[in-house]
């Protein structure tokens, strides 16, 4: 009997593993900052390459309208977590704290932040634009740092009339004269122009936020207060599996469009490789990844964009660090060495 007995603990010890090895994986909402394009190619390779479900996750993608919209969205609790914008997640922990989700990878190292003009219209410098039509999609990071920039420059920001309008339309205004400037990203406008025949070089001027006053970080992996609490494992991976995904596609482009084609059958190849390679050149490597690697960042640069961000909006109080970011669940530096070309 005492034999029986050990043998029978045996088999619920053995019947006991398999469940524990094929636990259901955690199921992640993750929302994009913007349409499927190639800078979000690494987010669908994570995905279709079996690097979430690595992780023991189960991620839903969707596309985003706007990175500082994908912070009001995990914030309702729709999205668990996202791809946005870090001066969003400053300004909610300052008006909501213990709302507002939390930075976990810092990707933007460099803001794409861009006011763009007509090379011959009449705007010549930041402060022509007093009185003048700023168009900018509705929830879009760069509008909304469009006021720091205006008082880093002393532009009176309260004359320049906001023109929200689709995201796909914000280059044809600014073309077609209905608007005297646009805010955008640059890697967007900079490949729409291409696709619209336009030399982004010599028919635009641009005024790239980062050398008019504002140092500022920009989008990164986005996590909820609830996320955060009840699965940082999760957190974890999410982290581990898209680091894994940005390094293999900054090195290799062609893998991520490739499978953007997957997701988009309409993208242009060439145009999306383009702008994803402008992204990573521009937005990713800097002297600041070169020492920290990716995902990281500086604190004294961070404390210094909370204090803009807080002196231009006059936030009733200035958030701290790790109300904003946490390095916490980054890989180790050695993962996140951007690879030196393409």
Known sequence: ???????????????????????????IRFILDWKAQGPGAWFYVARDSGYFAAEGLDVTIDQGDGSAAAVSHIMTGTYDAGFGDIN?????AALHPGEQPLMVYMLYNRAPYALIVKADGPIKT????????????AGSATERMFKPLALKNGVDA????????????????????????IAQFAPTSYMNFLAMKKSPEKDF??????ENGLDLYSNGILVSQKLLKEKPEAVRGLVKALNRAIIQVAANPDIGIAILQKVEPLTNFDLEKQRLIYTVDQQLRTEEVAKLGLGDLDDNRLNAAIKTVADAYALSRTPAIDEVFSRAFLPPKADRILSAGH
């Open 1 to 27: 009997m005492k034999r029986l007995f050990v043998w029978a603990l045996a088999c619920l010890a053995v019947a006991a593993i398999p469940g524990a090895a094929n636990a259901d994986p955690v199921k």
């Open 88 to 92: 969003a997640v400053i300004q909610n």
């Open 126 to 137: 930041l402060k022509d634009i007093e009185g003048h039509i700023l168009a900018a999609p």
């Open 158 to 181: 309260s004359t320049v009339k906001v023109l929200n309008a689709a995201p796909n339309l914000i280059e044809q205004l600014l073309v077609t004269g209905q608007a005297d400037a």
């Open 205 to 210: 001027r641009w005024f790239f936020y980062s």
